[in-house]
C-alpha cells in the first residue's frame, strides 16, 4: 500500500520525521507506537497527504502521493480523525452519506453501501439520531463507519487504507473491545488498517504489524516476533519492563 | 473475543443477513424527507407570492386585491397610464422585487458564512462587506464627493461608493486571514472583528465631522431603506445577484461537508482551499451588492439560516433554497410594515427586521439554554 523510502518531514532541529524508510502491505493493520513526540501524528498525516515530506519519497500503490488529486484519493483512503463533533445537527444517516461524496454516484448507489455497512455495524438505532446528542461511544462508532463507508467500492475494501489516531482514547473498556472487534472486521473484509495507539498492550492484542518510533526515527517495524520485543519496547518508552506471553491466546504483554 | 471468532462471526453475520429491507426502508425515508423539503419550499414560495401580493395592495394609497392582479396581468379595468397603475408599476412592484431579491441574498449569505464559520453566530458582517460599504457610503455623503463629478453619476454615487467598499473591506480582512497554508477561518474572524472596530471608529469620526442633516443620512443609510427603489436597480441586483448564487449553488454539496471541519472535508475528497476563497468571494460579492442600492438591512443573514436550520437540518443542499425564500419573505415582511405603521412617513427596514429577529433569536437562545449541559 504504503512505501516511504528514507523519508523526512519538517528539518534540521525541528524534523519530526527522520530518514523512515518502512512499507505497509495490503491487509495489515499496523499499530504506530512510541513515546509522545516520537513522530506518531506526523507519519500519520503524513500518510493522510497533509503533510510534505521534506526529503525522500512516499508511494501510495506505486505512486508518489503528492500526485493524487484529493477526489481520487479520498476513494482510497479514510482518516479516522479523533475531532470535535460538528456544531451543526446532522443526523447520523446524513452524515454517514456524506462520506460518498468522492465517489460521484447515485444516491440509491450510497444508500446499498450504507444499509450493508449499518446492519454490520448494528447502527441501526442511532439513523435518526442527531450527531450532537450521541455519547462519545456512539459517536466513536459513526466515525469509524463513516471512515469504512467512505472506502467501500464495488470490490469491497480490499484497495483501501484506513488511518486511526489513537481511536479508543476517550472509551470504557467494553467499547474499546467492541470497537477493535469493528476494526479487525475491517481488516477482515480485506481493508488495510494503520493505528497510532499509546496503550502498547491493546496494540499487541489487535494488531499483526507494528510500527516503533523514537525521536522521529524509526526503531523497529515489522511482526510481533521480530518488532514487538522487550529491548525495542524498552528502548522505545525508555523504562523498565517485561514481555511476557499469554499461554493461552498466545499474545504477548509487556509489564511495566 | 479473540480475533479469529470476531472474524468469524462477521463473516457469519455478512452471510445471513439480507441487507434489503434496511435499505428499502432507509431508500423510503429519503425519499419522504425529499418530499417533504419540496413541500416546505412550494409553501414557501406560496407564502412570499401572497405577500408580495399583499405588499402591493399596502401602502399611502390602498389599491384592492384584484386591482392590483388585473394592473399586473395588464388587465382591462385599468387604461393604461391611470395612476393605480403608475404607483403598482413604477413605485411598488420594483420595491417589492428588489426586497425579494436581496432578502433571498443576504439570506443565502448567513448560511454560507454559518457554514464556513462553523459558527452559527457568523454572519455576512463578519468579513467587513456591510461595514465597509457603509464607511464608503459615509464618506462620500459627509465629503459630498459628488460635487466634484459630472452630474450623471451622483444619484448612483452612493450606491457605486457602497460597492467599492464593501469589496474593499472584505478582501482586506481576506488579506489579513491569509496564511502560508491559505486562508484560516479563526483568523478570518478575529480579522472580521478587529476591521469592523477600526470601521466603527472611522465611522464615528464621520459622525463627529458630518453636520447634522448628512448624520442623519448616515444613521438612515445604515439602517437600510427601500424607498426610491427602481426598475434599473432591480435589474443590476438581479444580475449581480444570480452569479454568485450560483457559484455557490454548485458547491453545496462540498460546503455542507465542510460543515464537519476543513480537514474532515479534505480527507472526503473536498478542495477546500478553492472552494473557501471562492464561496467567501461569492459571499462579499452577494452582500455588496445587495446593500450597495438598500443601505444595510441587519439581522435577516444571521437569523433566517437559524429559522430554516429548525425546518431541514444543517445540509445546506436544502438549508440554500430555503433560506433564499425565508429571507425574501422576512425582507419584504419587513418592508411593508415598515412602509405602513407610520403613513406617509417610513420606518428603516433595518430596525424592522431587528424587532421580527431579535424575538426569535433570543428564544433560540432560550431553546439552547436549556439544552446546553456546560458552562
Same mark, same amino acid.
Given at each position: 500500500m504504503f512505501k516511504l523510502s528514507q523519508v523526512s518531514v519538517g528539518?534540521?532541529?525541528?524534523?519530526?520525521?527522520?530518514?523512515v524508510s518502512l512499507t505497509i502491505r495490503q491487509g495489515s493493520l499496523t499499530a504506530v507506537l512510541g513515546a509522545n513526540g516520537a513522530g506518531k501524528s506526523s507519519l500519520l498525516s503524513l500518510l493522510a497527504g497533509e503533510l510534505q515530506a521534506a526529503a525522500g519519497e512516499v508511494l501510495f500503490k506505486q505512486q508518489?502521493?503528492?500526485?493524487?488529486s484529493s477526489q481520487q484519493l479520498a476513494t482510497q483512503r479514510a482518516f479516522m480523525l479523533q475531532q470535535q463533533r460538528p456544531v451543526f445537527d446532522f443526523l447520523v444517516l446524513d452524515y454517514l452519506l456524506?462520506?460518498?461524496?468522492?465517489?460521484?454516484?447515485s444516491q440509491a448507489q450510497s444508500l446499498a453501501y450504507a444499509s450493508e455497512l449499518i446492519q454490520r455495524l448494528a447502527l441501526q438505532p442511532l439513523?435518526?439520531?442527531?450527531?450532537?446528542?450521541?455519547?462519545g461511544g456512539e459517536w466513536q462508532r459513526v466515525q469509524f463507519a463513516r471512515a469504512w463507508l467512505q472506502l467501500v467500492s464495488p470490490e469491497g475494501v480490499g484497495h483501501a487504507m484506513l488511518l486511526l489516531d489513537?481511536?479508543?482514547?476517550?472509551?470504557d473498556i467494553y467499547q474499546q473491545r467492541q470497537f477493535y472487534q469493528a476494526l479487525q472486521s475491517f481488516v477482515a473484509a480485506g481493508g488495510t488498517a494503520l493505528v497510532v495507539l499509546h496503550d502498547v498492550n491493546q496494540a499487541a492484542r489487535v494488531a499483526d504489524q507494528f510500527i516503533l518510533l523514537q525521536q522521529g526515527q524509526l526503531l523497529a517495524a515489522g511482526d510481533a516476533e521480530h518488532c514487538f520485543t522487550q529491548t525495542n519496547l524498552c528502548r522505545c518508552y525508555q523504562v523498565a519492563g517485561q514481555l511476557q506471553h499469554d499461554?493461552?491466546?498466545g499474545r504477548r504483554y509487556f509489564h511495566f | 473475543m479473540s480475533e479469529l471468532s470476531s472474524r468469524a462471526l462477521n463473516a457469519a453475520h455478512a452471510a445471513t443477513e439480507p441487507a434489503l429491507p434496511l435499505r428499502a426502508h432507509l431508500q423510503a425515508t429519503l425519499v419522504y424527507k425529499a418530499r417533504q423539503q419540496r413541500r416546505t419550499l412550494l409553501v414557501l414560495a406560496l407564502l412570499l407570492l401572497l405577500l408580495m401580493l399583499m405588499s402591493l395592495t399596502q401602502g399611502a394609497m390602498s389599491i384592492d386585491a384584484t386591482e392590483v392582479i388585473a394592473s399586473l396581468l395588464g388587465?382591462?379595468?385599468?387604461? !393604461?397610464?391611470?395612476f393605480a397603475q403608475q404607483v403598482i408599476w413604477d413605485i411598488r412592484l420594483p420595491r417589492v422585487l428588489l426586497t425579494a431579491i436581496t432578502g433571498a441574498g443576504l439570506a443565502v449569505c448567513g448560511a454560507v458564512m454559518q457554514g464556513l464559520c462553523r459558527n452559527?453566530?457568523?454572519?455576512?458582517?463578519l468579513i467587513g462587506v456591510s461595514s465597509g460599504a457603509a464607511l464608503f457610503a459615509a464618506l462620500v455623503m459627509v465629503f459630498d464627493?459628488?460635487?466634484?463629478?459630472?452630474? !450623471?453619476?451622483q444619484p448612483v454615487l452612493i450606491s457605486l461608493a457602497a460597492f467599492a467598499g464593501a469589496l474593499l473591506i472584505s478582501q482586506l480582512v481576506f488579506r489579513l486571514a491569509h496564511t502560508m497554508l491559505g486562508l484560516n477561518t479563526l483568523l478570518l474572524i478575529l480579522a472580521g472583528v478587529a476591521i469592523n472596530a477600526l470601521v466603527g471608529t472611522l465611522m464615528g469620526l464621520l459622525a463627529f465631522i458630518a453636520d447634522d442633516g448628512t448624520l442623519r443620512l448616515i444613521t438612515f443609510w445604515s439602517m437600510g431603506s427601500y424607498a426610491g427603489s427602481n426598475w434599473t436597480q432591480v435589474l443590476l441586483v438581479a444580475l449581480g445577484v444570480s452569479a454568485p448564487l450560483l457559484l455557490l449553488w454548485r458547491y453545496r454539496t462540498a460546503l455542507t461537508l465542510m460543515l464537519g471541519g476543513e480537514q474532515d472535508a479534505q480527507y472526503l475528497g473536498v478542495e477546500v482551499q478553492q472552494i473557501k476563497r471562492l464561496s467567501l468571494f461569492c459571499v462579499a460579492l452577494l452582500t455588496a451588492v445587495c446593500v450597495c442600492f438598500t443601505g444595510i438591512v441587519g439581522f435577516v443573514g444571521l437569523v433566517t439560516p437559524h429559522i430554516c436550520r429548525l425546518l431541514s437540518g444543517p445540509d445546506l443542499r436544502s438549508l440554500i433554497p430555503l433560506s433564499a425564500l425565508a429571507g425574501a419573505i422576512l425582507v419584504t415582511a419587513a418592508d411593508t410594515l415598515a412602509r405602513i405603521v407610520i403613513i406617509p412617513a417610513e420606518l428603516p427596514v433595518g430596525l424592522v427586521t431587528s424587532m421580527l429577529g431579535v424575538p426569535f433569536f433570543l428564544y433560540l437562545l432560550l431553546q439552547y439554554r436549556r439544552g446546553a449541559r456546560h458552562v
Open positions: 528539518c534540521g532541529d525541528r524534523a519530526r520525521l527522520r530518514d508518489p502521493l503528492a500526485q493524487w456524506l462520506a460518498r461524496h468522492a465517489w460521484l454516484e439513523l435518526e439520531k442527531p450527531i450532537t446528542r450521541l455519547s489513537e481511536p479508543t482514547a476517550a472509551l499461554e493461552q491466546s | 388587465g382591462v379595468n385599468n387604461e !393604461p397610464g391611470s452559527p453566530l457568523a454572519d455576512p458582517g464627493v459628488g460635487r466634484f463629478l459630472p452630474t !450623471p453619476v
